[in-house]
Every structure is written in structure tokens, then in C-alpha cells.
């Protein structure tokens, strides 16, 4: 297994043309796994769907989860090869993992994979909406409604379509945890369009707590700060990805084995009398809001 390392240092590696970017080509690899971690069953008998779970934050989520007890859908684009490694790690836990691939900016796909994985494993506990894209653009009229509209879909709109189709399946102690950003808070003065989904997703979040407090279904997030994820390499020019995450007190990038343990947290029952909140694993930032 994996150990994790905190002072590994961020190389630019091989640049990728297209997000949201392969993790098996990434140097350094990512630390998706902690060599600490103890798990206590937290998540026992669970079954959970996560987006963006073949690389990055959700693969390191998926792991977890599946280290608690958790059986796990992997909703991903096309990254077939990190997705099968995700799911190998799963089943070294002696847990399941469905994979399912294709695009959660359409709403037919969503429907069609949370129907899926709630007859795999015969329901749904948790939901992890964690997809995204990011464009920078420097200059506002570089942003293109094609941009705009793909942004938007696949950050803010997937969330609306898998959680409508996951209510059919949802009841009293699950938990929806959706990936906002430190971007929500703070702003971004290169990435106006994912920055506003994030805030976006804030205040779904927020809504959506209220909205579903009733039926028993608390809904959390977490706002990562930078994280040694494929969207990096995916996205920024090597000199920006040379220097990622050098700029918060921390003085480094997280890992994504770092930023997993928020989102065990938010499912379990040890979250009970949290909803409506947002876990902040950001490297010190200190935000208000």
C-alpha cells in the first residue's frame, strides 16, 4: 500500500492537454493513502456513490471509505486506467467498488448511474458529489458561453441531477457531501467561472441542509485548498504548477490522503449534529463566510 508523504515536493512532470487530467502520468504521484491511518469501521455496511472518483481527492475518499466499511460507486469521465486502480485498492479492503463511466453534465447519465449503483448494492447512504473543471482565463471576455455553460454543468448542475435522482434511495442518517473550494471564499481572480460554481455550491449546500433536514439526510461540503491532484497538471502552464499551494501558511500543496478524512467524517455518525457546514482542509487560509 501507498504510504503518504508530506514533504514530497511538487514537480511540473508531463504537461496534459485535457482535463480533467490522468493521475497514472502525474510526477510526483499523488498520496492517495495514508500509511497511519487507523480505521474503526465508521462506515460499516454503507454504500456510497462518488464523482471524480478515479483520481485525486475521490479516489483518496473512495479508498477511505472503503477502508470504514463502505462499499463504493466510482462515477468518473473516461480515465479507465486510474479508475481500475481505484478500484483495486478498494478490493484490498475486501470491499466492492461498481464503476461507471460518462459525462454527469447530462442528466439522463446521472439518473442512470445512481439507478445503477443503488441496484449493485441494493441502495444508496452517501453521496459525494466531488466533479469539476477549471478553465483560467485572465481576462473575462476570454470566457466563452461554451466555457461558461460547460463549467457550470459539470460543477454545479451534476450536483442537482445526481441528488434528484439519489432521493428516491436516500433516508434518515444518510449523508450528501458536496466539493466546494477555498475559490468560494477568497475568490479567484483567474478562474471567475469555477470560482463562481464553488460559491454556488455553498450556498446549495447550505439550502439544501434546510431543505432535506426533515427527512433525516444531513448535507455537508468541504473547500479544499490546493491539492496535488490530475486538474493541476490539467490546467495550469508548468510554472504555475511548479510553485501550486507554495503561497498558504503551510507552505505546500495538500495531498489527497490529507483532505479524505473530512469527508469520513461528514458520513459517519460522528458528524450527527452537523449539517448545512463546510470543512476547510486549506493549508491555514484563515476564511470568513
Given at each position: 500500500m501507498q504510504k503518504g508523504s508530506r514533504k514530497r515536493k511538487v514537480r511540473t512532470g508531463k504537461?496534459?492537454?485535457?482535463?480533467?487530467?490522468?493521475?497514472?502520468?502525474?510526477?510526483?504521484?499523488?498520496?492517495?493513502?495514508s500509511g497511519s491511518y487507523r480505521p474503526s469501521g465508521r462506515l460499516e455496511g454503507k454504500t456510497a456513490l462518488i464523482t471524480g472518483?478515479?483520481?485525486?481527492?475521490?479516489?483518496?475518499?473512495?479508498?477511505?471509505?472503503a477502508k470504514e466499511g463502505c462499499d463504493v460507486t466510482v462515477v468518473y469521465l473516461n480515465e479507465h486506467k486510474d479508475a481500475g486502480l481505484t478500484k483495486r485498492y478498494i478490493e484490498l479492503e475486501n470491499r466492492k467498488c461498481l464503476l461507471i463511466a460518462g459525462d454527469v453534465s447530462s442528466e439522463s447519465f446521472c439518473k442512470k448511474a445512481v439507478h445503477k449503483a443503488a441496484k449493485q448494492f441494493g441502495g444508496l447512504d452517501i453521496v459525494v458529489n466531488n466533479s469539476a473543471v477549471q478553465y483560467p482565463k485572465e481576462d473575462i471576455t476570454?470566457?466563452?458561453?461554451?466555457?461558461?455553460?460547460?463549467?457550470?454543468?459539470?460543477?454545479?448542475?451534476?450536483h442537482f441531477y445526481i441528488i434528484k435522482a439519489?432521493?428516491?434511495?436516500?433516508?434518515?442518517?444518510?449523508?450528501?457531501?458536496?466539493?466546494?473550494s477555498v475559490t468560494a471564499y477568497?475568490?479567484?481572480?483567474?478562474?471567475?467561472?469555477?470560482?463562481?460554481?464553488?460559491?454556488?455550491?455553498?450556498?446549495?449546500?447550505?439550502?439544501?441542509?434546510?431543505?432535506?433536514?426533515k427527512k433525516g439526510i444531513r448535507v455537508n461540503g468541504v473547500a479544499p485548498g490546493p491539492v496535488w491532484t490530475p486538474l493541476v497538471p490539467?490546467?495550469?502552464?508548468?510554472?504555475?504548477?511548479?510553485?501550486?499551494g507554495?503561497?498558504?501558511?503551510?507552505?505546500?500543496?495538500?495531498?489527497?490522503?490529507?483532505?479524505?478524512?473530512?469527508?469520513?467524517?461528514?458520513?459517519?455518525?460522528?458528524?450527527?449534529?452537523?449539517?448545512?457546514q463546510i470543512l476547510h482542509p486549506n493549508g491555514g487560509e484563515i476564511i470568513n463566510g
Open positions: 504537461a496534459q492537454e485535457k482535463q480533467p487530467g490522468i493521475e497514472s502520468v502525474m510526477d510526483p504521484q499523488p498520496d492517495f493513502v472518483g478515479d483520481s485525486g481527492i475521490g479516489r483518496a475518499v473512495a479508498i477511505a471509505f476570454r470566457i466563452t458561453r461554451k466555457q461558461l455553460e460547460k463549467t457550470f454543468k459539470v460543477n454545479i448542475f451534476s439519489a432521493m428516491k434511495h436516500l433516508g434518515k442518517d444518510s449523508s450528501i457531501i458536496n466539493t466546494t477568497r475568490g479567484s481572480g483567474h478562474l471567475l467561472d469555477y470560482a463562481a460554481t464553488k460559491g454556488a455550491i455553498v450556498s446549495f449546500t447550505r439550502s439544501l441542509s434546510a431543505n432535506l433536514v490539467s490546467t495550469f502552464p508548468p510554472k504555475d504548477v511548479a510553485s501550486f507554495t503561497d498558504v501558511p503551510l507552505g505546500r500543496a495538500g495531498q489527497p490522503f490529507e483532505i479524505a478524512p473530512c469527508y469520513v467524517f461528514l458520513a459517519c455518525n460522528d458528524s450527527a449534529y452537523i449539517t448545512g
